[in-house]
């Protein structure tokens, strides 16, 4: 029966990495995978996240299986610096979490808990918005829709159409925001505009549902987990996709967790227990290894010190070269036309080229995004900025 398949395309981000890899040019650049990168072009393993890996080994006494909750201390930790320490839905015990594989495996336990909440929930996600949240929550079975949000051509936040688009939801409609480090756009609500997305949910009734994989690397642990803090006080039920990948730099350990807060606690331990039932559906049981880690981390003074340092380092590298790049590309084009390169943040941004440009700075250049002119600015460095600026000022 398998003769029947028929091959698929690769993936435009992936098939854009491997012909990266492929190109013999030494002055070859890469723009497209979205890893954070440091100078030397090398996806780190945090300092933090070393020592607790030590610590994990050398007290281990098994491989047995984790409950499908997860691991207990991961849970607590996570929910700790996204929500606050006194935040009053973690008080108020209203704060439902089960460990998922990673932050898609977040998202699509929380899609099952949607469905079995309602059959024909529609889910509506931000033009543009992530490249796996429709065929992942709409594989799922989730009914999805699109409200605006970026500017292609303005690179700016389409802000005033976003809302007139979530005075239309109401009860029963969920409405997907990112946290912070908008992917693949690189822009974020304000705290003035996420006070109107609360004002809204408030009165429309919608349901929040953010998806949170750049914790701390936009403007801060804190700032970036205001719109998360702002809306749990404000709605009685939000639902939160966390992700570790980014920000502890877990990528390939599969670090998640899914998040509801609820109206009350006895309505946060049944979305526990449907979660955990979901996750045993769907993997059985979640891997230990990378939410061990965060636990360790999260449980111990010393070694969060050390993580948030490392997380603020990253930040400040990722800020930097934005305004590097800005300036680059002011001084190659001779125009201002880059400029809000600089106000964006986290690892994405778009160049605002046709995919012929696209093209040509891989066959031409060797300098390799992905069709749509999203770039990870993570690729870029001190060494190489001058040449990916001329680069993209000669197929202008």
Known sequence: MLEKL?????????????????????DKVDLGVGVYKDAGGNTPVFEAV????????????TKAYVSPPGDSRFIEGVTRILFGEDHPVLADGRVGAVQAPGGSGALRVLAGVLLRAQAD??????????????????????????????????????????????????PGEVVLLHGCCHNPSGADLTREQWDVVGDLAEERGFTPFIDFAYHGLGEGLDDDAYGVRMLARRVPELIVAYSASKNFGLYRERTGLAITVDATAEQAATAT??????ARELYSMPPAHGASIVGEILAD???TASWTGEVTAMRDRLNGLRALLSRSLAETTGTDEFDYIAGERGLFSFLGLSPEQVQRLQSERSVYLIPSSRINVAGIT???????????????
């Open 273 to 278: 227990s449907q979660m955990a039932n979901i």
């Open 121 to 170: 929930t529609e889910l509506w996600v931000s033009t543009p918005t992530w490249g796996n949240h429709i065929p992942l929550l709409g594989a799922a079975g989730l009914d999805m829709q699109q409200y605006p949000y970026y500017d292609r051509g303005a690179h700016a936040l389409s802000f005033d159409a976003m809302v007139e688009a979530l005075k239309q939801r109401g």
């Open 6 to 26: 028929s091959p698929l395309p690769p993936d435009p981000i992936l098939g854009t990495t491997v012909a990266c890899r492929n190109d013999p040019n030494p």
């Open 301 to 303: 003074v010393e070694l």
């Open 382 to 396: 001190e060494a190489n900025v001058g040449y990916v600026a001329e680069s993209i000022a000669s197929v202008l």
């Open 50 to 61: 070393v020592e607790a890996e030590a610590r994990i080994l050398a007290a281990q006494t």
